[in-house]
């Protein structure tokens, strides 16, 4: 006798939320109805035209013509390690090309990391607002995310009083994200040097990603493990923002000179070699990045300095909105004052269905639904973001004026 049950999954799969692309399903019912959707939830500066330069596709191109096309090394090719190795030692943290792993972009690195880091029960300290895959990742791992502050009152810094007082023994590792998704934040040094205090002392390791790093408007941000490089630190990057290839997922991860992280080395490099290798011919794109020209990166972050300055006076414009001026990347984090009752959620889903707008709801990256946030992409050409601006703020007073 057949049944026809539905086959169950998996208990943790309820805990991995991804809203960035989850919310695309709400957006396929909305242009199935006919509506263009504007699409300013995922951060690919490819989809809104930007290129990626051609020097890094000769190499990828090279590499596949040249038959590169086997299994590489677990740890990824030498070449890209060494690459990789000088550019953090030119920046102020010293590498090695054997603490170095090539990952299948920086989410890879990541996922191996809290992997190797983290058991069932144990906790990782998040930033909140965070990228979701941290969150992701641990709900796979079994592991608890710890939200500390990040404070929109105060640049959307985090809140180094409220870090501190969520270490407990349970605690494996401090994820910092600067340059931040979603809130466009960069650290002071001051700043940086407490959170590297906070892991050391308590002897976890402090994981900081750093794909933004030369999308800061003004100029590439040090790596923070140039600070102190005896801390305990993992920095994480790809060829994904600032070189404009973000399908290709080559990715990195460097783990800090300190003895204490050598044992998480050995399992990061034990994990890595169940998966292989990443991506062989794309991994020849890294040397491309890191060793050739960068003249694209000026252009680019004065193109998205120019979008943020319009971002924020836009929609600073709308009243009911505030929003803090990005210094880095492509996002903005602007919060309505949204009504009792009503969510961030609702409010994102009302603005898709009123305007075909889609961004995402705050709440998708771990602020309180009721806080009224949402995430902006404003890669897209000044003259359309204008327009989209001015749909949101028609759609938010007629919104609000509803109560
Ligand atoms: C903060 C942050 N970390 C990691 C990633 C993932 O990057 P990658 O394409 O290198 O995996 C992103 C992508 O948006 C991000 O915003």
Not at 75 to 96: D, F, K, N
Not at 112 to 135: F, M, N, R, W
Not at 207 to 219: F, K, N, S, W
Request: aromatic share 8%; charged share 20%; proline share 8%.
């Amino acid at each position: 006798m057949r049944t026809t049950a539905a086959i169950p999954v998996a208990r943790r799969i309820s805990g991995f939320n991804y809203a960035i692309r989850n919310i695309v399903a709400e957006a396929r019912k909305v242009e199935a109805s006919g509506r263009t959707v504007r699409y300013l939830n995922i951060g690919d500066p490819i989809a809104f035209g930007f290129a990626t330069p051609p020097h890094l596709v000769e190499a990828v191109q090279r590499a596949v013509r040249d038959g590169h096309n086997g299994y590489v090394p677990s740890a990824g090719i030498l070449p890209a390690r060494e690459s990789v190795a000088g550019e953090l030692t030119r920046r102020g943290m010293p590498m090695s090309a054997d603490r170095v792993i090539i990952t299948s972009g920086t989410s890879e690195g990541i996922e191996l990391t809290l992997t190797a880091l983290a058991e069932s029960g144990d906790e990782v300290l998040i930033p909140s607002p965070t990228y979701p895959l941290y969150t992701a990742v641990l709900a796979k791992v079994g592991a608890r995310p710890v939200f500390y502050r990040t404070d929109h009152t105060n640049a959307w810094l985090p809140d180094l009083d409220h870090v501190r007082s969520l270490v407990t023994r349970a605690t494996r590792a401090l994820v910092v994200i600067d340059p931040n998704n979603p809130t466009g934040a960069t650290y002071p040094p001051d700043v940086r040097r407490a959170l590297i205090e906070i892991a050391d002392a308590h002897n976890f390791p402090l994981l900081a990603d750093e794909v933004y790093a030369d999308l800061a408007y003004t100029g590439p941000v040090p790596p923070i493990a140039s600070l102190c490089p005896d801390a305990p630190i993992i920095s994480f990057s790809s060829v994904s923002k600032a070189y404009l290839a973000p399908g290709w997922r080559a990715g990195w991860m460097a783990v800090g000179q300190s003895e204490r992280l050598d044992d998480v080395l050995a399992a990061i490099k034990k994990l890595a070699d169940g998966r292989l290798c990443s991506p062989g011919p794309m991994q020849y794109a890294i040397p491309a990045a890191l060793d050739g020209d960068r003249s694209h990166e000026a252009g680019f972050r004065a193109a998205l300095r120019e979008r943020a300055e319009l971002t924020t006076s836009r929609l600073n414009a709308i009243d009911g909105m505030t929003t803090v001026p990005p210094t880095a990347a492509f996002y903005a984090m602007p919060k309505v004052n949204l009504p009792p009752g009503i969510t961030d959620e609702d409010y994102v889903l009302a603005l898709l269905r009123a305007t075909g707008v889609l961004c995402v709801y705050g709440s998708g990256f771990g602020t309180a639904p009721e806080d009224g946030f949402f995430r902006v992409v404003f890669l897209a050409d000044p003259s359309q973001l204008s327009a989209i601006y001015d749909e949101i703020g028609e759609f938010t007073r007629a919104f609000l004026a509803r109560g």
